[in-house]
């Protein structure tokens, strides 16, 4: 599904403040992979993201998304197949529109007819918003034409994660989506992300940093650090992993210890 | 008194274009588009122009033409050539000046021999005196029901996105070059308009009728806004807020016509547009200094 081969990216080159942010990153996932990653302080996770959705252009390598070679392909054209989630929940929406205008925004994005640019929702799609809106369980049905910017981080999160997902995406980027929210609602957020994903076999990859939801969830973990993966765990091998053997096995693979001041372990 | 009102209300729909188009750039797009004078002058030129040679009609879409392609350059300079946007509005602004010198052939030119759309439909006999205002309120609902459509669809809510959010803008298959540059076209393709309908209801165009639109046009909004929105969003509400600030700014200026007070209202308009705009941040500082002397005196009492 997602192919990247050889991907580098340098900041900064030929100053002091040269940082090699990716260095020849191989990765490959197949279609309905949902695979969580998780890394030390500025072990390249976000830029990893930054380069599969074209915030900037790779230096060196290649990367194919279903087939299409995306590597030069401008940010807002890869985003038409790719959803993204940030840590912040004001990331996502826009405040001074109303909810039922955020959702036809990400809805009308899929519409690819000749006068697609003036295509507008009709009865039955505000219908689908309404029926989409509530399987968040939030009441979010009922305030459809209120603004955004009225909504809770989580509630707006959710609203994010369905704008994202209403549509399936070819591949959905989560960049630590549930950090910002307090320990409920990050679950809350978390158990519709797993639900959705499923429900829609979307290909999913995940930053946290909670080590227990890198292991629960999906069928793949990575583990980076200096720009690399170091650390890339599947199939029977992911099944009974503890947290420990987790740190452990990074501290073989990376030649140190996990380092990240946010980790939660438990 | 009759005359004073209807007057008031033809140039306060007219004008209501210039507050639209500033609604659309500045309070959807977010960006402060000083191409408006210039284009609004543009717009007069064309248009005088077009009539000259007896199509007053033709001359409506003609000066939107120019009107947009003038936006197309501020925005052109501003998405791709990494100019600041106010400066790109002033630059196109400033080089505007030759052009509608070019277009008119000389500083100002007069229609009174040429049919304007005012005109022809006076010479119906249809509405009677009221006939500018018909005509005027006609063309502004026209573009007041396409805009309201327009925003909602899927282009239109890319083009408010753009101006509410960017990084979702980024992540959300929208290309903010081109959504701010049909932002920037349609809303000097409006203040062209408004300065075609001004060349035409006023039989002449002259080189200065843009001076000062950007700022006539966004104390129409802020009094709009302060009287009708009060911050509640919605698109409807907003458009409607506009024309009803441009509607009682041409009354206030009526009223300081009538009482021979003109030379000071230009300061006047400057000082509410820059209070309005300062609001929030004086609202900041005053209720900033009343915490402050509320603690010191309590502390004061405290040491007692």
Same mark, same amino acid.
Not at chain 1, 94 to 103: F, K, R, S, V, W
Not at chain 2, 52 to 63: C, F, I, N, S, Y
Not at chain 2, 277 to 301: G, H, M, T, V
């Given at each position: ?52 959705? /074209?915030?900037?252009?790779? *230096?060196?390598?290649?990367?194919? &998304? ?58 039955? *799609? ?26 809770? /981080? /989580? ?18 980027? &989560? *960049? ?41 969830? /999906? ?37 140190? *210890? ?9 | ?58 001359? =409506? ?14 925005? #052109? ?18 080089? =505007? ?28 006999? #249809? +509405? ?49 070059? #081109? ?9 000097? +393709? ?88 300062? +609001? ?25």
């Amino acid at each position: 599904m997602l192919k990247l081969s050889g991907v580098s990216k340098t900041f900064n080159p030929g100053t002091v403040n040269e940082k090699k942010a990716l260095t020849d990153v191989d990765l490959r996932l197949e279609r309905g992979d949902f695979i969580t990653i998780v890394g030390s302080n500025g072990a390249g996770k976000s830029t990893l993201f930054n380069a599969i959705s /074209g915030v900037f252009f790779a *230096d060196a390598g290649s990367i194919v &998304l279903d087939g299409e070679d995306i590597t030069f392909q401008p940010e807002y054209r890869r985003s038409r197949e790719i959803g993204r989630l940030f840590q912040d929940p004001m990331k996502g929406t826009a405040p001074h529109m109303t909810i039922e205008e955020n959702l036809a925004l990400a809805y009308l994005r899929a519409v690819k007819h000749q006068r697609a640019f003036f295509s507008r929702v009709n009865k039955e *799609d505000k219908a689908f918003f309404r029926e989409q809106l509530s399987l968040l369980g939030m009441g979010l049905e009922d305030r459809m034409r209120q603004p955004v910017g009225l909504l809770s /981080g /989580g509630q707006r999160q959710a609203l994010t994660l369905l704008m994202a997902t209403m549509v399936p995406p070819k591949l959905l980027l &989560l *960049d630590e989506h549930t950090a910002a929210l307090d320990p409920g609602t990050a679950e809350k957020v978390l158990a519709l992300t797993k639900d959705i994903v499923a429900r829609q076999n979307i290909t999913c990859l995940m930053v946290t940093h909670n080590m227990k939801n890198a292991l629960e969830l /999906g069928n793949r973990t990575l583990m980076m650090d200096a720009g690399r993966i170091v650390l890339d765990i599947g199939g029977e091998e992911r099944k009974g992993l503890t947290v420990e053997d987790l740190l452990s096995r990074f501290r073989a693979g990376a030649g140190k *210890d996990l380092d990240n001041d946010r980790i939660l372990l438990s | 008194m009759l005359t004073i009102v209807q007057t008031a209300l033809e140039a306060g729909v007219i004008y209501a274009l210039v507050a639209l188009a500033l609604f659309l750039s500045y309070t959807i797009l977010d960006i402060a588009d000083l191409t408006t004078d210039g284009a609004f002058t543009l717009g007069c030129a064309v248009s005088a122009t077009v009539c000259l040679t007896g199509h007053p009609v033709l001359a =409506l879409p003609m000066a939107m033409l120019a009107g947009a392609a003038a936006g197309f350059v501020t925005a #052109f300079l501003q998405t791709k050539l990494g100019v600041p946007s106010i400066l790109a509005g002033i630059i196109t602004n400033f080089g =505007l000046y030759s052009v509608n010198l070019t277009v008119m052939g000389s500083a100002n030119v007069n229609l009174y021999k040429s049919d304007t759309i005012f005109s022809l439909v006076k010479e119906t006999g #249809f +509405a009677g005196s009221w006939h500018k205002l018909l005509v005027a309120s006609v063309v502004v609902l026209a573009v007041c029901v396409l805009l309201v459509l327009f925003l909602g669809t899927r282009l239109g809510l890319s083009i408010r996105a753009t101006g509410d959010n960017t990084d979702m803008v980024r992540a959300s298959s929208i290309n903010p070059v #081109f959504t701010i540059t049909v932002g920037l076209c349609l809303a000097n +393709a409006m203040t062209a308009l408004s300065g075609a309908l001004i060349a035409q209801y006023q039989k002449s165009a002259d080189m200065n009728l843009g001076t000062g639109m950007v700022v006539l046009g966004l104390a129409s909004l802020i009094i709009g806004q302060s009287v009708i929105s009060r911050g509640k969003s919605g698109i409807l509400r907003g458009v409607v807020a506009v024309v009803v600030g441009s509607l009682i700014y041409r009354a206030i200026y009526a009223v300081a016509l009538k009482f021979n007070v003109t030379t000071y209202l230009k300061l006047i308009t400057a000082v509410i547009v820059a209070l309005a705009i300062a +609001a929030p941040a004086l609202k900041d500082y005053f209720l900033l200094q009343r915490r402050k002397r509320a603690a010191l005196s309590e502390r004061r009492r405290g040491a007692c």
